[in-house]
């Protein structure tokens, strides 16, 4: 596609539930990267795939995250057992492969937990 | 331990006015600096990315300046202009597998 895709935009769900975050990154990316941004904080790394392989998971912040991604394209962010704290701006980035490619973001995933 | 602080943590400044934000990190093996842009509600937007060997980089009205010996970066913004106001956030890769740190942002007010 011409951009990161992230769906749904906006997600409001009901503590203890589970959500399935979505992100379709840039054609021909092989990196992608989720990320979460609280409410007036600065972005925290959560997990980074390079293909369907994730060498970075050390930013997951409990076993209720999980995060896959298939075909070396969309990927999804698992939450089981959504607590309040949980809510976020969840952003999804994608490059090309290598250090010093350029990451484009999508518009990321406002979840709310009530 | 891996850090990147950003400074100011908010500035406002006058529309036509001039800016520098300041980003000091002590990410280590250095690989490379970025500088984004956050509109809000919006994703972060890629202004520039420097490597160890590039000390300034331009982007329209947006430079940036890199001096890796004392870590410290800069961001500089010319005749600032309503749209300007955002988020902008200082990001430290580091060699060696990936380890990505962000700063927390320094928030810009752009008033008329």
């Known amino acids: 596609g011409a951009g990161v895709s992230q769906s749904p935009s906006n997600k409001v769900t009901e503590k203890g539930k589970d959500v399935e975050l979505r992100c379709d990154p840039i054609?021909?990316?092989?990196?992608l990267y989720w990320y979460r941004q609280s409410l007036g904080q600065g972005l925290e790394f959560l997990i980074y795939f390079q293909g369907n392989s994730a060498p970075d998971k050390s930013g997951l912040p409990s076993d209720r995250f999980s995060a896959e991604r298939t075909g070396g394209s969309v990927s999804t962010l698992t939450i089981q057992r959504t607590q309040q704290e949980d809510s976020a701006v969840y952003l999804c980035?994608?490059?090309?492969?290598?250090?010093?490619?350029?990451?484009?973001f999508g518009q990321g995933t406002r979840l709310t937990v009530v | 331990k891996n850090q990147v602080e950003q400074s100011p943590q908010s500035l406002i400044i006058l529309e036509g006015k001039n800016c520098t934000l300041q980003c000091n990190y002590t990410v280590s093996p250095f690989s490379n600096l970025r500088w984004y842009k956050q509109d809000t509600g919006r994703g972060p937007v890629s202004l520039t990315i420097?490597?160890?060997?590039?000390n300034t980089k331009s982007n329209g009205r947006y430079t940036a300046t890199l001096d890796a010996d004392t870590k410290q970066s800069s961001l500089h913004i010319t005749a600032s202009q309503l749209s300007d106001s955002a988020s902008y956030i200082c990001v430290v890769s580091a060699t060696g597998g990936f380890k990505t740190i962000f700063g927390a942002g320094t928030r810009l007010f752009v008033k008329a």
């Open positions: 054609s021909g990316h092989t990196a």
């Open positions: 420097m490597t160890f060997s590039e």
């Open positions: 980035a994608s490059s090309l492969a290598g250090a010093n490619t350029e990451a484009f």
